[in-house]
C-alpha cells in the first residue's frame, strides 16, 4: 500500500511516524482542559471529541470525550473500521470539506495521558531468541527452553496498577535478594535493574466467561498495539520466582507508548511467524499470517549526556507466538477477557547481539559489560538513566510509527528501618 496523501502536508512527510495510513488513537489535553480522545496525524492531534460534536464522526454513541479509549474499544470492530474510513475521508488530500476551528492540535502543545485504562495486564514469554538466552544462563544450552515453551504461549498474570505512561519516571523498587555467592539473602535497593522490549496487545472486546476464542476471534479482538517496557529487577526475580515465577521483580512498573496503533494500521505488515519445531495443537493454529514486520530499538540515555545511544535493534516478527495465539491461549480456558485488557508479547530479541532485547542478554547477565558513546560502560541501570523504545513498520514511502516510549530511573525510596 502507498502512502495516503494527506491535506495535512506534515502527515506526508516519509520520516513522520503518523501518516494517513496510521492515525494512532490516544488521550490528550491542552492547557485549561480536560483529557479527551484523540489520533495523531503529521505534527498534529486531531481532536476526537470536537469532530464528533460537530456531527462529523460517529461511533455509535459519544465516546470521545472519555478520558479513555475503553468507550471506543467496547463499541467494536465495525466502530472501529466506520471511525477510521471516515477519518481517512476528511483528512485525504483534496477534500475540502471545512472543520471545527478546534480539531486541530499541535502535536507539541499536547499533554498526553494513559490511552486506556488497563483492565487486567498479563505478560507473556513468546520471543524464542531471549527464552533460550536467558536459559542458557541458567539452564546451560541442553536445558534452555522448558519441555512446554515449543508448544504453549507461557504467560503470568502482572499489576494493572503499575502501567503508567511514557515519560513517568521509574523508582528502583525494594526487595529480598540473595546475591550470587552469598549464604543469606538481603533486604535494599534493586542491583540488577533491566528493561525488557515488547510489544503491548490491546484488547478491543471480549469474551464471556467460559465461552473460549478461536485464534480467528482473538485476532478479530485486538483493537492495537503499544509499545512495551516491562522494567524487571532481576535479582529480586532470581530469589523469588521459584515456584510460581515473577512477582515483586515485575511489579513496580511497567510502561507503555501514548498511541495505541490500530491493526487496521498494521494489516499491510503482516508476515508469517517463524518455523515451527513441532505442530501446534488445532487450537493454536493461525488460519493465515499473524505476525507482523515492525522494527524495533531500544536507546540508552546517561544523566547529563547530550544524546541517547542505541544499544539493541530487532523485529517484532521474531516472536514465536502471534498476538492473536497469545490472546486465544489466555481466553481457552473460559477466562473472561475484557475491553482495555493489556498483553505483554514478551522481549522480542534477534539473533544477534546487537538484537537483544534486555540488559540481561546484552550484558549477559552482567559478564560482558557494554560501552555506550559517552564511554561510560553498564551491565545494568544506573539511577537517572532513561531508557526509550521506538518502533515503525516501513511501508512505501511513510512509516506507520508507534513514537516512544521513555522511563527514567529515580533513585529507591529514603532508608527506613524496616526491622522495626
Known amino acids: 500500500m502507498p502512502l495516503l496523501r494527506s491535506r495535512l502536508a506534515a502527515a ?3 520520516a513522520s511516524p503518523f501518516p494517513l495510513n496510521n492515525l494512532p488513537y490516544g488521550v490528550f489535553s491542552t492547557e485549561g482542559t480536560a483529557p479527551r480522545c484523540g489520533a495523531a496525524l503529521g505534527d498534529s492531534v486531531i481532536d476526537l471529541e470536537a469532530l464528533e460534536a460537530a456531527g462529523m464522526i460517529d461511533a455509535g454513541a459519544p465516546v470521545f470525550g472519555a478520558a479513555a479509549l475503553n468507550p471506543f474499544m467496547a463499541r467494536g470492530k465495525d466502530a472501529w473500521a466506520r471511525v477510521r474510513a471516515r477519518l481517512q475521508a476528511l483528512f485525504t488530500e483534496g477534500c475540502i470539506e471545512s472543520l471545527p476551528g478546534d480539531a486541530l492540535i499541535p502535536l507539541e502543545s499536547a499533554r498526553l495521558h494513559m490511552p486506556f485504562t488497563v483492565a487486567e495486564y498479563t505478560d507473556f514469554y513468546a520471543g524464542r531468541n531471549h527464552a533460550f538466552n536467558v536459559g542458557v544462563m541458567f539452564r546451560g544450552p541442553e536445558n534452555a527452553l522448558p519441555p512446554n515453551w515449543l508448544h504453549i504461549p507461557i504467560g503470568y498474570n502482572g499489576r494493572a496498577s503499575t502501567v503508567v505512561v511514557s515519560g513517568t519516571p ?20 534493586c542491583r540488577r535493574l533491566d528493561i525488557e522490549l515488547e510489544m503491548g496487545i490491546v484488547v478491543g472486546t471480549g469474551n464471556e466467561m467460559g465461552r473460549p476464542m478461536t485464534v480467528a476471534e482473538a485476532d478479530e479482538a485486538i483493537f492495537g498495539f503499544c509499545l512495551l517496557n516491562d522494567w ?16 515483586q521483580a515485575k511489579a513496580f512498573a511497567t510502561s507503555i507508548s501514548p498511541w495505541v496503533v490500530t491493526k487496521a494500521a498494521l494489516e499491510p505488515f503482516r508476515c508469517a511467524p517463524p518455523e515451527r519445531e513441532f505442530e501446534l495443537l488445532p487450537y493454536l493454529r493461525e488460519p493465515g499470517p499473524m505476525s507482523y514486520d515492525v522494527k524495533l530499538e531500544v536507546l540508552m540515555r546517561p544523566e547529563g549526556a547530550a544524546k541517547a545511544t542505541r544499544i539493541a535493534h530487532t ?18 480456558g473460559g477466562c473472561a477477557m475484557r475491553t482495555g485488557d493489556l498483553l505483554g508479547s514478551g522481549t522480542i530479541s534477534g539473533p544477534e547481539k546487537e538484537n537483544r532485547g534486555s540488559l540481561l542478554e546484552i550484558c549477559w547477565g552482567g559478564k560482558e559489560p557494554f560501552t555506550l558513546e559517552t564511554g561510560e ?25 508507534f513514537g516512544e516510549c521513555v522511563g527514567r530511573i529515580l533513585p529507591a525510596p529514603p532508608e527506613r528501618d524496616w526491622s522495626a
Request: aromatic share 12%; charged share 20%; proline share 7%.
Open 315 to 332: 523485529n517484532y516478527n521474531e516472536m514465536y507466538y502471534s498476538a492473536a495465539q497469545q490472546l486465544c491461549h489466555h481466553a481457552i
Open 232 to 247: 524487571s529487577a532481576r535479582d529480586i526475580q532470581a530469589w523469588e520466582y521459584q515456584p510460581l515465577g515473577p512477582f
Open 170 to 189: 521509574v523508582t528502583r523498587p525494594l526487595g529480598q535478594m540473595k546475591p550470587h555467592g552469598s549464604e543469606t539473602h538481603i533486604f535494599g535497593p
Open 12 to 14: 506526508n512527510d516519509p
Open 377 to 401: 560502560t553498564r551491565t545494568f541501570l544506573e539511577d537517572g538513566d532513561e531508557m526509550t523504545l521506538r518502533g515503525w513498520a516501513e511501508g512505501d514511502g511513510y512509516r506507520v510509527g
